[in-house]
């Protein structure tokens, strides 16, 4: 019986003690009408060696491209280290440390990688993380409308520039709560935030404005200005970032005058591998006089009854399974596993190999650029972009792309999908794993499907 | 120590990254000025402090860890293993069809095994947690009703012995919450329920069995009540091991249904997650799901999205939610098979009944003793509690010092000093009778010496907290300097 170590002997002595004929009968309180007869539809069981064999099968159907697609997912080295340590056992089947004293390792990661998100993000908190950069911007909205008591519009500022699946995430999240997402153009020309669309809402109550940086097409937002503009006009600022990026880009926490109120963004490009879009993990990050506004679990250090230090789940009188109806979100868990493997990532790093891993994806994607406009092919904006870029290739995209698949390179994002008006242009994306030979090869099939 | 208190300026664990800054041109408005604040160590200097951080944590891999409403059983290592193979990790999730197929098959097969173990009509993978199924759940809840025009409708009712999710998640779709009182015997009590339903009910949201340990014996006829006021019924599915393969959800006449995938279906926990909360639906809220979907078109495989299913409840995640946690859930269902599935429920239920019936031989009070238990069940402490003045807290940590995970303390809310206790079926007798002869020796200690259990623990890194100073003044991040 596979997971079921009973032998025969047991399941008698297990039955005499409790008084039951047979295990049958351990159900007699569940009426018999209703009760399942067999589950026809699910296979015979699979021992380890048949699943693997058919596993192994599937896996290798996907595998074997060269890709060059972000759009939200990036591929990036990640340490052997990271992944055999975050699947230790002591990590990898622990629960939420709800008994502290036995979760100490746990809750001082967790405490280790609050720091290390505050240091990276220039902000005051962090939480222990949520489940992903889209669902974390809904709660960053959500939190955004709670902090801003003052502001009775509950009107968000959402620009095109950001990844259209975080709007769309965002909006099944907040629309039951009276809370409008309201779109801001970009600048065709540069692909940022237009700034004479948003100088239309100065002086109006706007609840929040949300600043992602970068921004869907890989361009550099002007994020002082666009946090000026909303210090002026009593507009709190929600900043969704790249994580890897801040590396190199000056932290949410510095921008304008006061700094972003709250941060999100997604942690996969700190240590969590594509996998499919998951599992991730959400940053959510604010000012220290927020806190008490934050959904989530965060840890806090605390003092033992001997006076020693240790760490603690804290604030909880802000969750579901204390205040229930009114807990500051129904959100229990975070993404501990992915955290884990992200803290250890990041320590890995360090200062020095963040940015370098940084700044080595942003001259590979410049390099990607530049033998492009050897063949002809120019960006689509004309802002600055960090280690992603939008292609215009003066053709539909989707066939291109879809010649390049047929050798095996995943040539980029096809931004026809977001807006039928750049159905003629890629999204595409050089980190540190591009080697030369890998441009090169990307610029040959790119040429040839052209 | 914490790690940057291991750092050394100008050390790195340089193998991990390139050596030297690549030139580029970043425009000084947008550099960074400040430090990261990341900690300067070795590889090994790394390796070693999270190996000793590891060794500070109790796991199903090294502990029974009998946390009840959690579903704490063996997490299969072939799970991992296969999850983790290039194929899989190196997947985009923006991969056109063509680079797609093993895994959008894997994804299809899992939603057509999880319809079959829940009797329901539609399956959706993306929620990335139970809370977030939850969410999914009335959401599609709210927009069937909109959708045939029945705006009145304003209310979820919960019974109190429900999840804190619950009634949070029902405000976060904006209804108002009504609680519905237990009776005696741990049942939804079927009069307060008639005399609550009415035009303004969206919905009950019913856990069953549910969280007090037993089976909700008369959920027919609470189907049939909320059915006939136009209400939905919504089944949390935190307690689906407990009747896995022995009744479905969809044959109680659950309309919209959580599965908790890291309990039933033995996906890791992590330390807190990631989980999987995928969504099961009755064929009249098919249009409903939550997107992406997956989708056979003879032999190959599709998503389907904003295009196939319009009136969808909407998007949960940037992608398609925590795809590496399904792929550890199909696994699992594959080595289950057909047999192994009911086997799951039958020896939980079994090894539940039987560390019941041997706790309560010993002494202790079940608080629903003339029930059956379900895969859990609660002991109460209150007499022990007013007689010794040891409390279910003070088990709790006593049993750390045995070896013991502590069961769930103070929840559900209803049953005082209690302990909520799931000992799963990949637990031996041997270690569920170690557990008893614990809490026979915890007992005889609360007579004996008592203050040996009420300052507990003594074995683990830290004595008890102090939380309410920490609450008070919160310390949640370490500074450079101190």
């Not at chain 1, 409790?18 to 295990?23: N, S, T, V």
């Not at chain 2, 409390?391 to 559900?412: E, I, N, S, V, W």
């Amino acid at each position: 019986m596979p997971f079921i170590p009973h032998t025969p002997e047991e399941i008698e002595q297990m039955l005499a003690t409790i008084g039951a004929d047979d295990i049958e009968t351990l159900f007699d309180e569940i009426p018999a009408n209703i009760r399942c007869q067999s589950l026809d539809g699910i296979p015979p069981a699979a021992s380890e060696m048949e699943i693997a064999r058919e596993v192994q099968a599937m896996a290798d159907r996907d595998a074997g491209a060269l890709n060059f697609i972000g759009a939200g997912a990036y591929e990036h080295h990640i340490p052997a280290a990271v992944w055999q340590l975050t699947t230790r056992g002591e990590f990898y089947t622990a629960y939420t440390p709800y008994q502290a004293e036995a979760s100490q390792g746990t809750l001082q990661l967790i405490y280790e990688y609050q720091t290390m998100m505050t240091g990276l993000t220039g902000m005051d908190v962090s939480n222990a993380s949520l489940y992903d950069g889209a669902s974390a911007l809904g709660e960053a909205i959500l939190m955004a409308v709670r902090v801003h008591r003052k502001s009775k519009s509950r009107k968000i500022l959402v620009p095109a520039s950001l990844h259209p699946n975080y709007r769309k995430a965002a909006e099944t999240i907040v629309k039951h709560q009276g809370i409008e997402l309201v779109e801001l153009p970009i600048d065709p020309q540069t692909g940022r935030i237009d700034p004479t669309a948003l100088e239309q809402y100065s002086g109006e109550d706007i609840t929040a404005l949300a600043i992602p940086q970068p921004n869907f097409y890989g361009v550099l937002e002007e994020a002082d200005e666009l946090t000026a503009w909303a210090e002026q006009n009593n507009t709190l600022v929600i900043g969704v970032v790249n994580p890897f990026a801040l590396g190199l880009l000056k932290p949410p926490g510095e921008w304008g005058e006061n700094g972003a109120d709250v941060v999100c963004g997604d942690g996969q490009p700190l240590g969590a591998p594509l996998s499919s879009g998951g599992p991730y993990y959400g940053i959510l990050c604010c000012k220290q006089a927020h806190v008490r506004q934050m959904p989530g679990r965060i840890v806090g250090r605390a003092v033992d009854a001997d006076g020693k230090k240790g760490f603690v789940l804290t604030l909880q009188a802000r969750e579901q399974h204390i205040r229930r109806s009114k807990a500051t979100s129904n959100i229990c868990t975070n993404q501990g596993l992915v955290v884990t493997a992200s803290t250890i990532h990041m320590a890995l790093l360090g200062p020095v190999g963040l940015r370098n891993a940084a700044a080595l994806s942003m001259a590979n994607t410049r390099k990607l650029v530049e033998k492009a406009a050897a063949i002809g092919i120019a960006p689509r904006f004309s802002g600055e972009y960090f280690h992603e870029v939008a292609l215009q290739l003066g053709q539909p995209a989707a066939g291109v792309l879809e010649r390049m698949a047929a050798n095996n390179v995943l040539g980029g994002y096809d931004l026809g999908q977001v807006n039928p008006s750049m159905a003629d242009s890629i999204l595409v994306c050089a980190t540190e794993t591009k080697t030369d030979a890998d441009i090169d090869r990307f610029i040959d099939t790119l040429q040839a499907a052209l | 120590m914490l790690i940057f208190e291991h750092a050394t300026p100008g050390r790195r664990a340089t193998a991990q990254a390139p050596a030297t800054m690549a030139d580029i041109d970043l425009p000084k408005r947008f550099a960074r000025k400040s430090p990261t604040g990341l900690p300067e160590v070795s590889e090994m200097q790394a390796v070693r402090h999270y190996t000793r951080l590891s060794q500070k944590n109790f796991s199903i891999d090294t502990h029974f860890y009998p946390l009840g409403s959690c579903t704490m059983k063996y997490n299969p290592r072939a799970c991992n293993s296969l999850a983790m193979l290039p194929g899989m990790l190196n997947r985009h999730p923006h991969a056109p069809l063509s680079h797609s197929q093993g895994f959008l098959q894997m994804m299809y097969e899992l939603q057509e095994m999880l319809k079959e173990v829940t009797g329901m009509a539609g399956v959706s993978l993306t929620p990335m947690a139970g809370a977030q199924g939850e969410f999914a759940g009335i959401a599609m809840i709210r927009a069937y009703h909109d959708s045939r025009g029945d705006a009145e409708r304003s209310e979820i009712l919960v019974p109190d012995a429900a999840h804190g999710t619950n009634p949070a998640t029902a405000i976060m779709c904006g209804y108002k919450v009504r609680e519905i009182p237990t009776d005696e015997q741990g049942d939804v009590d079927l009069d307060a329920l008639k005399a609550a339903v009415g035009p303004q009910t969206a919905g009950l949201m019913l856990t069953n069995p549910s969280t007090l340990g037993v089976f909700e014996r008369n959920i027919m006829e609470i189907a049939r009540i909320v059915h006939e006021a136009g209400g939905l019924l919504y089944y949390d599915g935190a307690n689906l091991n407990a009747i896995l393969g022995k009744v479905r959800p969809g044959d109680m006449g659950f309309d919209v249904i959580h599965m908790n995938l890291h309990k039933t279906f033995s996906t890791p926990h992590g330390g807190g997650g990631p989980g999987s909360g995928a969504v099961g639906v009755a064929e009249r809220l098919m249009p409903y799901r939550p997107i992406p979907v997956v989708a056979r078109d003879g032999d190959t495989y599709r998503w389907l999205t904003e295009d196939d299913l319009p009136d969808s409840m909407g998007r949960l995640s940037a992608f398609a939610g925590n795809a590496g946690v399904l792929i550890r859930a199909y696994i699992y269902m594959r080595m289950l098979g057909k047999a192994g599935m009911p086997r799951i429920a039958e020896f939980a239920t079994l090894n539940a009944n039987y560390l019941e019936k041997r706790l309560v031989e010993a002494g202790f009070d079940a608080a629903f003793p003339q029930r059956r238990a379900s895969h859990e069940f609660i002991i109460t402490l209150q007499k022990e509690a007013k007689e010794l003045k040891v409390t279910a807290m003070d088990f709790a940590k006593r049993l750390l010092d045995f070896g013991f995970h502590a069961p769930t303390t103070y929840f559900p809310l209803l049953v005082p000093e209690c302990l909520l206790i799931e000992p799963t079926e990949s637990e031996t007798k041997e270690e569920i009778d170690g557990f008893v002869a614990a809490m026979v020796a915890i007992l005889e200690e609360a007579r004996n010496e008592p203050d040996t259990v009420r300052s507990a623990p003594h074995t683990m890194p830290n004595r008890r907290f102090d939380e309410v100073s920490a609450a008070r003044k919160p310390d949640l991040r370490w500074r450079p300097g101190e």
